[in-house]
């Protein structure tokens, strides 16, 4: 309040001498009088704003460019002065604060893009252009999969699952292999990581090549070794006792191990990105059925094995892969299963996705085991599992065959009580007979 009359006092002071002027020289003169004052004092105000007017169209908001003022307005210009000030010195921190960032993001050894809502490229590091082939003074404002047109980029961008991780091969650099991950921030914007795993792939394609090729070259003397050790089995002449028994436990081992080459073998097979999926309309009901023959003969009538088939529906992919993950489950549930039990497997149709599982009375399986059971060679009971004759790598098979069959296994388990295991497909994958 006391603002508005000191910025009125100078009204006042004329109101006041016009008031005299009136009453010494009459009304004419004064008026004329405060006529003039008005108008020098509008005009003084119009100068001033024009002043702040063309302040404020320049480009230079500096403090040293605001215009000088008189009266009233000194104070206004002092104020903006301030106000200037401050804001420089809050762009200078910000500033710093983004070359900060910058400079912590070029150094390190991920790629980083920031995209909008529009998935348009806003800023990146120098190591996201290398990995992405883009380059950050021509590319900003640009969508990105204008720049990266590889389908599966252009598929991962959509989908969004800011989850999963996306494995791509750059054709324009030879040999390099990137991961990239979206990363929700903001309002709908994204971060785009990049990493190079061109080493690690090498590493575990020769991995895979090793074990591939060592399982292979295992797999004739260990056939051979079987053979002798059946001949001589059979032989009457051998003494019985103790030769018997060693026959037959070397027979047993060998034939330990050429289960695991072969699940070994299998999983090379499987993990082999160029060994593509040879799909075709899979007959799950009859594959079911073969494989319940050979789920009772490896019971031998110790076990109640019940089939239920719930839908005639048809499967997508590949009858092989199939056969070796329903295969490892049931022959799991048998092997865990103790005698007199019982086991049920299931094909059946829920909420529009198809069902398979398999369902034991076994032993069960502690909670925190079940995350890591599809670990290739992870056993909950190493003793109990070389009982069973089980090669630690079937859960192993069943995920990468899952995997690709766009399906996804779950497991329930109770200890004492039994375990089930679910195998869900996708509704495009069913295939519903035509009667």
């Known amino acids: 309040m006391f603002d508005i009359w000191q910025r009125c006092s100078n009204l006042l002071l004329v109101i006041f001498i016009t008031a005299i002027i009136w009453m010494i020289l009459g009304a004419v003169k004064a008026l004329i009088f405060f006529s003039i004052v008005l108008l020098w004092m509008v005009f003084h105000h119009i100068r001033h704003l024009v002043a702040l007017e063309r302040w404020l169209q320049r480009s230079d908001h500096s403090v040293a460019s605001i215009p000088p003022g008189t009266g009233a307005w000194n104070d206004v210009f002092a104020h903006l002065a301030r106000y200037v000030r401050q804001y420089s010195h809050s762009q200078e921190l910000l500033s710093l604060a983004l070359e900060r960032m910058r400079s912590v993001t070029s150094a390190m050894p991920d790629g980083i893009v920031l995209l909008d809502e529009a998935d348009r490229i806003e800023w990146c590091n120098l190591v996201a252009e290398q990995h992405l082939g883009i380059n950050l003074s021509l590319d900003a404002g640009q969508q990105i999969t204008y720049l990266v047109r590889q389908i599966p980029f252009v598929e991962y961008l959509t989908a969004r699952k800011y989850s999963d991780h996306l494995t791509l091969k750059q054709p324009r650099q030879q040999g390099l292999i990137i991961s990239l991950q ?10 785009l990581i990049s990493r190079d795993i061109t080493r690690f792939e090498k590493i575990e394609t020769m991995r895979r090549d090793f074990i591939a090729n060592v399982s292979h070259e295992l797999r ?6 079987g053979g002798f050790l059946e001949t001589l089995s059979a032989d009457e002449n051998v003494n019985t006792g103790f ?3 060693v026959l037959a ?8 191990m050429q289960r695991l080459i072969e699940d070994l073998l299998i999983l090379s097979r499987l993990e082999n990105e160029q060994n593509k999926i040879n799909e075709k309309i899979v007959d799950v009901v009859s594959l079911l059925h073969v494989i319940l023959q050979d789920a009772e003969s490896l019971s031998a009538g110790r076990h109640r094995i019940k089939l239920n088939i719930a839908t005639q529906d048809q499967l997508l992919g590949s009858e092989e892969e199939l056969r070796s993950a329903f295969g490892n489950l049931i022959s799991n549930a048998i092997r865990y299963t103790p ?24 032993i069960g399986i502690e909670p925190e085991h079940i ?6 060679f992870y056993r909950v009971d ?3 599992s070389r009982e069973t004759g089980g090669t630690g790598l079937g859960l192993a098979i069943v995920k990468h065959v899952l995997s690709r069959h766009e399906a996804r296994l779950e497991i329930i388990s109770q200890v004492g009580k039994g375990s089930r295991f ?11 007979l035509n009667k």
């Open 220 to 225: 004739t003397p260990l056939t051979v070794i």
């Open 182 to 191: 979206l990363v929700p921030y903001g309002y709908n914007q994204k971060l």
């Open 382 to 384: 190493n003793s109990r």
């Open 339 to 362: 005698d007199k039990g019982e086991i049920n497997i299931s094909w059946e149709k829920y909420d529009g996705q198809g069902l398979f599982f398999v369902q034991d009375s076994g």
């Open 422 to 432: 679910n195998i869900w497909f996708p509704a495009k994958r069913l295939i519903a």
């Open 243 to 245: 030769n018997k028994r």
């Open 371 to 376: 995350p890591r059971l599809t670990e290739r």
């Open 249 to 256: 436990l070397m027979t047993e081992q060998t034939t330990r």
